[in-house]
Structure formats: C-alpha cells, structure tokens
C-alpha cells in the first residue's frame, strides 16, 4: 500500500541556515535570453552591451526550518524595481529556475517566498578525478578572464569578426551537450536532475552548537532578493532581505563551466548559455537568514 504523509506546516519566515556549503559561479547572460523568463512589469533588467549578470548558485542546506536539504538556483539577472530603481529596492538577483530535492523545501519556496522552486534530483560528486578543477586559482584562469574581457570590448565595440579564434564565436556559443561530462562542474542532465561535479575542499562538519549564537543578526551582508510574479499568476512582485550573518571560510575555485547532456527547456537552455565571468565561489559555515517577503507596491 501506498503510505502519504503528512506535511506540517512550515514555521513563517525569518527563516535561519546554518552550516551551509555554498557554491556561486557568475556567469555573462544573453539579454534576449533573460527577459524571455524576467517579468516585464515592475522590474529593470540591468544590463551592459547586451549582456546581464546571471549565476549558478548550489547549496547543501545542512540546517534550515523544513530539514537539511539541497538546491541549485539558475539566476537569469540582475534586477530592480521600476518604482524607484537602487535608491529604495536595491539591486538584487532574479532567480528563474530553482530546483530542490526536498518536497517541503519545494512547497515552502512557492508559498511562503514566492520562489519557482520545483522538487528534483541533485548529486554531489566529490571525486577529484571526475572533475577537472586543476589549480583552485592560478595563471590559467587569469588568462582566462583577460580572454573574457577581450570577448566582452570586442563585442561592445563592434570590431569582432566571426572566425575559428575570434573570440565573439566562444561568446556565442551554447553549453555542449556531452556524453560524458565530467570535465564540466554543472551537469543538467534534465531541467531537474542536476550533477555536481568538483564538490570538494570543505571544512569538516561543526555542531550547530559549536558555532557562537551571539552574533547579532542585524550585522553581516544584506542582499536584497526579488521573487513572485508566479505561473499560477497568483503571487505578486516580492522583495525579501536575504543576509549573510557569517562564514567560517570562503576560496575561489577555478571557473565551473556548465553542459548540457540531453534536451530541456529552451530558456533554460539559453539562460546557461554564457561563459562564466569570474573564479567560482566556495562558502563554508554560512549563516543565513532569509526575511519576510513583503509586496512591492507601485
């Protein structure tokens, strides 16, 4: 027989993490490809030479209000309100896909914070050799972002000529789909099965009560976030404060390239499709506090 169980509800924002393991890899998207999945009314994409400022942001939620869980959030963008852009909303990321593999952390993403949160499948590969991460920060990579800025002003100015080393082709280019994708750090085998390769070089695990509670939440980084605007078309324009209260350590890794193994959504598929922007990210010991969305008014 098949046995249901039941949900409790989940406790209202503030919502406090601890312990978190984060992982962000900004990357260059395509304007087209981001108002495709940006809402229209309310919000500013901001952008530069027609590119604007996406991500993939991956964390393993040792500690949160619904249970430990994982998710890998796709940011299309870089946003503010239309109302009174910077000055009073601020300047925060626009997440279009976000998957989860917990079924609470999925219904509590949708109903309490507006966010397109979907259950899936997310694995964590911590082999070294599955993985070509190299040197976590090196002269490669340098190279590397030189290349980048060399792609962006030759774009911007006009002067790029399509060609087999120009480097406005790699900017045009679309995530391989690989057969074997071990060589890439994000691997979307479909819109919500997700593999993470490289995922290494964390602290070993602290007790929740090993970590001083004393920290006053009003310190840290505030980031402002925007969510809402569901397909349900029930939910409104939200901006909720996300704040880093504290991390126990933070590195730069080598960029994290993301491929592609099978067919998924079209925006989805044009939102990854820009090169990374600078070294991937790594948090460790993250305290996290998520506040109560509110509705932005007009």
């Keep these: 027989p098949v046995v249901y169980r039941a949900m409790l509800p989940p406790p209202s924002p503030p919502w406090r993490f601890s312990n978190a393991r984060i ?5 260059l998207v395509p304007v087209e490809a981001a108002q ?8 500013t994409l901001l952008s530069l030479f027609g590119w604007t400022l996406g991500g993939i942001f991956v964390v393993d939620w040792t500690s949160s209000p619904v249970g430990p869980y994982r998710e890998v959030a796709v940011l299309s963008g870089l946003v503010t309100t239309s109302r009174n852009p910077i000055l009073e909303d601020g300047i925060g990321a626009w997440a279009s896909h976000i998957v989860v593999d917990s079924l609470e952390a999925a219904q509590s993403g ?21 993985y070509d991460d190299g040197d976590k920060f090196g002269p490669s990579w340098l190279f590397n972002l030189a290349s980048n800025v060399a ?3 030759k774009c911007a100015t006009g002067s790029a000529v399509p060609g087999i ?10 995530p391989t789909k690989l057969t074997d994708a071990s060589t ?4 979307f085998q479909t819109d ?3 593999q993470i390769n490289g995922w290494d070089g964390w602290l070993p695990p602290v007790h929740h009560n090993d970590i001083s509670q004393q920290k006053n939440d009003a310190t840290g980084i505030s980031l402002p976030s925007f969510s809402g605007r569901l397909m349900s078309g029930k939910t409104p324009l939200l901006k909720y404060p996300l704040r880093l209260v504290s991390t126990r350590s933070a590195q730069l890794r080598r960029p994290m ?7 998924i959504n079209d925006c989805l598929s044009g939102i990854l499709g820009g090169p990374c922007l600078t070294p991937c990210l790594q948090f460790d010991g993250v305290e996290v506090i998520a506040g109560k969305p509110v509705e932005i008014i007009f």
């Design 23 to 27: 992982l962000y890899q900004p990357t």
């Design 36 to 43: 495709k999945v940006t809402p229209t009314s309310g919000l």
């Design 110 to 130: 949708r109903d309490l914070f507006g966010l397109p949160a979907s259950l899936g499948s997310i694995k964590f590969d911590d082999d070294a050799t599955d």
């Design 151 to 153: 792609v962006a002003v």
């Design 165 to 174: 080393a120009e480097p406005a082709e790699i900017l045009n280019q679309k």
């Design 184 to 187: 890439a750090g994000f691997v």
């Design 192 to 194: 919500t099965g997700i």
């Design 257 to 263: 390239r993301t491929a592609i193994q099978s067919d």
